[in-house]
């Protein structure tokens, strides 16, 4: 047997979790029921952490849920850092499953160390970014040596997966790289628009005249942000300090929320250039063009299932100094716009967008091509629902457990995200277009306003006077 087919396979995420929670058919067994973890019909509800810990750890005959270990390594990470539970592991592995004995027998070796690998290959496909702490290198190098030593044929299993690892993590640096240079882009540009009179930018019209292709370069855009968010980012935004843990905060030491927040920026971005684009032209049916032309880009983001595009841009639809624009709205058909606001109307908790969401996963689930399965959420409300859910319920119990029942709700969700992260971008790129849209500069609040003045006068003593303060 290839030590490939003796490796546990790995189901892709969107099976991870069936309707009632999640599924406990990988890999359960008898010693599930050890001390230290509280179920109730047969789901686990809590437990201590000591004994979350030892329930991860694979032994000759027992290899833990898939869900269960996607959901412990997430919320782990309000308790400990990801470095420590590493460490526990690895001295669990190697004091319980005798590794540490020389001249170990490869019969034994060949029962455990499928398991073990496959384990560290999913922390370290899932939670990549856990590894660029030394002290994780460190210790998974040494766990993997082990396995590696004992038997020969486990070799390039190890080396395929800190290979891989070490690819991953050179991609991230590299697109971290490039967001620097992008930041730096658009700030060189803003001080030469502010030098220089505005008729010098080139407006989006002219980049690009059709809406289709906008939204699909925007899609781009989203999808890459997306994909490079890792699933405990969610997780780390709320962490606090654990109260047993004597006032030690889990993060205080790096920030771990980073592609998070670049994806934030993104929304808020976009948002800006929507306005910057409208209030920017002198001539009001030029203005009313570009209102028309960024009413069929959201409509065919909704098409494509380009959520968070949508909402940015009906969120700078709908910032002051445009929405204020009463000659220039007067000039555009407006029908198109009322329907899409009404699919993002915040009423009823988003009821709308949430039914429109639902539809797209559904399609996503059945989807044949990569174009019907793309399913990019609004993200804000994404971060706010994990923030309620995270809020709403205590991460231990009064006896001191681990409340694992809140984890599998946030798991769900994380999840969910994880599936759609992974979609390819099935739309050719078009550099020009990218280019433009992430690096040329778009106004503050105080040129918005006044542009907006400038365009169309103020219209009473408020206006007026801040037209004043402006000018």
């Known amino acids: 047997v290839s030590s490939q087919e003796r490796m546990p396979q790995t189901p892709p995420f969107a099976a ?9 058919n990988l890999y359960q067994s008898k010693e599930d029921n050890c001390a230290g973890l509280y179920y109730h019909d047969n789901n686990l509800l809590s437990g201590s952490l000591e004994a979350l810990i030892q ?48 001249g170990l027998d490869k019969n034994w070796i060949q029962k ?13 496909e899932t939670f990549p970014y856990d590894f660029r702490d030394e002290r994780m290198m460190r210790n998974l190098k040494e766990l993997a040596q082990r396995i590696a030593s004992g038997d020969e044929m486990y070799r390039k299993n190890v080396q395929q997966l800190l290979q891989h690892l070490i690819r991953k993590l050179a991609t991230v640096s590299q697109y971290e790289e490039v967001l620097a240079k992008i930041n730096a882009t658009s700030t060189d540009r803003l001080t030469v628009l502010k030098t220089k009179p505005q008729s010098i930018q080139r407006d989006i ?4 005249n059709d809406p289709y292709a906008l939204a699909q370069q925007l899609t781009h855009i989203e999808l890459e ?25 889990c993060y205080g030491d790096q920030k771990k929320t980073r592609n998070l927040e670049v994806y934030v920026e993104w929304f ?44 940015a841009i009906i969120s700078g639809m ?15 058909k407006t029908a198109k716009f009322y329907i899409l606001e009404h699919q993002m109307d915040p009423s009823s908790n ?12 559904q399609r996503s689930l059945t989807a044949h091509s990569n174009r019907e399965k793309i399913v990019i959420p609004f993200f804000s409300l994404l971060i706010k629902d994990i923030y309620f859910l995270n809020e709403g319920c205590a991460n231990r119990l009064p006896n001191g457990h681990v409340n694992f029942e809140k984890f599998w709700e946030l798991a769900k969700q994380v999840s969910e995200f994880m599936t759609w992260k992974q979609v390819e971008c099935p739309f050719e790129r078009d550099r020009k277009i990218l280019q433009f849209l992430l690096t040329v500069p778009v106004f503050s609040d105080d040129a918005l306003y006044l542009a907006s003045y400038e365009s169309e006068s103020p219209e009473n003593h408020i206006e007026k006077d801040r037209w004043k303060t402006l000018r």
């Not at 988003?350 to 996963?361: D, I, P, Q, V, W």
Request: proline share 5%; glycine share 2%; net charge positive.
């Open 205 to 208: 019209i002219t980049v690009c």
């Open 350 to 361: 988003f009821y709308n967008y949430r039914t429109a969401l639902r539809g797209a996963a």
């Open 318 to 332: 709908n910032m002051t100094p445009v929405s204020r624009l009463k000659k220039t709205w007067a000039k555009v």
């Open 55 to 102: 329930h991860l750890v694979p032994n000759v005959d027992y290899y833990p849920d898939r869900t269960y270990i996607f959901t412990f390594l997430l919320s782990s990470r309000l308790f400990m850092h990801p470095y420590e539970l590493m460490a526990k592991v690895c001295h669990l592995c190697i004091e319980q499953q005798r590794l540490r004995e020389p």
């Open 16 to 24: 991870m979790f069936d309707s009632s929670g999640y599924n406990r």
């Open 225 to 249: 942000r997306l994909n490079y968010i890792g699933p405990e980012e969610f997780v780390q935004a709320f962490v606090q300090k654990d109260p047993l843990d004597n006032d030690k905060s």
């Open 112 to 124: 455990i160390a499928p398991k073990i690998l496959q384990l560290l290959t999913e922390w370290t």
């Open 268 to 311: 808020n971005r976009l948002s800006y250039l929507v306005a910057t684009e409208i209030c920017m032209p002198v001539k009001k049916k030029h203005r009313a063009r570009v209102i028309e032309y960024f009413i069929d880009v959201a409509r065919e983001c909704f098409n494509i299932g380009n959520f968070n595009s949508l909402m």
